[in-house]
């Protein structure tokens, strides 16, 4: 008998317990496909009735979260994507036990979430760090929100309101037909893979109209070398080592920039959202951000938009890339215009980037072009250059700030030329400085240096050449890499360890090569950042989220 009524009461306790685990699902936003046994922790999860609402799974419970209008959610690629290549689209609902990323698999690839899986920011960042729950992603977003995405379902006190934001209908960007059409046709070749020929376009094209100022054949040559009496923030800056405003270095923000040169392709897309997946804050509570300088050869415009929307800065990068390298240096200003401004009219065209978000260029090889190059850039509107190499050939020195092209640059601050000649005032620079290897000697960019046998070596290699701007005058600091440096699995490794002691840091900030142009314009103490609009959490994709 009293086995009997045991039985009975361990039945009932057990139905209550499954009824209690359902009304908790429901309740965290109609996850009812997935019980707690498949909530781990920081994982994603689709939703089988609509593909552009996915979970994530904090503290043992389900969050719904929306991707933006018109993108469909990726569990693979862990981000927003083109509905055609988001694997959540048109699954089927689970019947077995789901794995961590809710794919509809029950083997756990535990190999897998070492390399992909959104992992917790509790954990221990770095060398001696102590995690606590006030430092989970959670409590660093809290009144700030994130761009792409947001959830539902969360207290106040956990996350802004966002009653105040509307979703438009998303529309891929469709340009005006160019003004001047292409002189001759473009070569025909056999090879489907060869590079897209360079579009032609009109220096007074709507896409270049945003920005005011006079061909670079009608420039007023500005008198006498550069000084702070004739050359004042925000239009224009000097070339040197000097902290903008005379800030003291301790109210400085210590600037990232993490970038990446040549074409966007699948192979190169996870890295890009393993680095920046949601959950890395700066310490305003807004997402880390980094650019990509996208050449045309190779690219899937279709994997642009969505980096785009996830915050990064897309830049020109060339349509060809094209080889030797030596042909950069003499090609010409029509050369110039239809590479770099042809690049700029593929993102705008083919990926939908609006044009006045494309704000960059960055030389292949970065081998200048004199004033063919600059010229080039300052009819086709580029609010910045990125290819200027200086730095001393042994470690040493003192960093450079970005400066203006208001007057012609020395041979300290243009090391690899053809330098130019002529003045390009209000169009900036963002110097390339050297970066130097563990056996001290120098390298352009950081998968240029000498190989290293692990990713402890790798990651000392970063601090390292971190330490130099961050124990210095705190000029930005540029991590400028390629993906294929990733071919080398420790680099990865390495570089997200890299991301995460950065964040251990209250004075350091991942932007964006934009966003330290807005910070030169306007030097703001790192304790009046939060105020500082441009570094906003609303800055990445703005055509997504907007304001009413």
């Not at 927003?80 to 609902?93: I, R, V």
């Not at 400028?480 to 950065?502: C, G, K, M, V």
């Amino acid at each position: 008998m009293f086995v009997m009524k045991m039985h009975q009461l361990t039945t009932i306790s057990l139905v209550l317990a499954i009824a209690v685990n359902c009304v908790m699902a429901e309740d965290e936003g109609g996850e009812d496909y997935y019980g707690e046994e498949t909530c781990e922790n920081e994982s994603f999860y689709c939703d089988y009735d609509d593909a552009s609402i996915f979970y994530r799974c904090i503290d043992g419970n389900f969050h719904t979260f929306h991707c933006p209008s018109g993108l469909h959610f990726s569990s693979s690629m862990q981000t927003c994507d083109w509905p055609h290549l988001a694997d959540c689209s048109n699954k089927e609902e689970p019947t077995e036990d789901v794995g961590g990323h809710g794919n509809g698999e029950s083997v756990h690839n535990e190999e897998d979430d070492k390399h992909n899986s959104v992992q917790s920011e509790d954990q221990v960042v770095d060398e001696g760090a102590e995690s606590t729950g006030e430092s989970s992603w959670i409590s660093q977003a809290a009144a700030s929100g994130k761009s792409w995405w947001r959830p539902t379902g969360l207290t106040s006190d956990q996350w802004q309101d966002v009653s105040t934001i509307k979703k438009p209908v998303f529309l891929p960007h469709k340009p005006d037909k160019p003004k001047s059409e292409p002189e001759s046709e473009p070569q025909k070749s056999d090879d489907e893979e060869s590079p897209p020929a360079p579009i032609q376009v009109s220096s007074t094209s709507s896409h270049s109209a945003s920005i005011e100022r006079p061909s670079s054949s009608s420039v007023h040559w500005n008198e006498g070398s550069c000084s702070s009496s004739n050359c004042q923030l925000p239009t224009c800056y000097c070339a040197g080592t000097e902290i903008p405003k005379g800030l003291p270095v301790s109210s400085v923000p210590q600037m990232v920039m993490i970038t990446f040169d040549d074409e966007v392709s699948a192979a190169f897309y996870g890295y890009y959202q393993r680095l920046f997946r949601p959950g890395r804050y700066n310490p305003n509570g807004c997402p880390v951000r980094g650019g990509l300088y996208v050449s045309g050869s190779g690219t899937e415009y279709d994997l642009v938009y969505p980096l785009y929307a996830m915050g990064m800065e897309i830049a020109s990068h060339t349509v060809s890339h094209r080889f030797p390298h030596t042909w950069w240096a003499t090609a010409t200003y029509d050369d110039y215009f239809e590479e770099a401004s042809g690049q700029k009219e593929n993102l705008i065209t083919r990926a939908g980037i609006p044009s006045e978000a494309i704000k960059g260029f960055r030389v292949p090889f970065l081998q200048l072009g004199s004033d063919n190059m600059y010229s080039a850039l300052y009819d086709s509107k580029f609010v910045y250059d990125t290819s200027m190499f200086t730095g001393n050939e042994w470690e040493g020195g003192t960093p450079v700030w970005p400066f203006t092209l208001d007057y012609v640059p020395s041979s300290a601050y243009c090391q690899h030329g053809p330098c130019p000649k002529k003045q390009y005032p209000g169009m900036w620079e963002i110097p390339v400085q050297r970066w130097y290897g563990l056996d001290g000697h120098s390298c352009a960019m950081p998968d240029g240096c000498s190989s290293t046998s692990d990713a402890e070596e790798t990651l000392e290699y970063l601090k390292s050449n971190f330490r130099r701007f961050y124990n210095s005058n705190r000029a930005p600091f540029g991590v400028f890499i390629h993906a294929r440096w990733f071919s080398t699995e420790h680099n990865l490794d390495a570089l997200d360890r890299f991301i995460d002691y950065l964040l251990t840091v209250d004075d350091v900030y991942l932007v964006t090569p934009s966003q330290v142009i807005e910070w030169m314009k306007k030097p703001t103490p790192v304790h009046e950042i939060n105020g500082f609009g441009p570094w906003s959490c609303q800055g990445a994709a703005k055509d997504i989220w907007q304001e009413k």
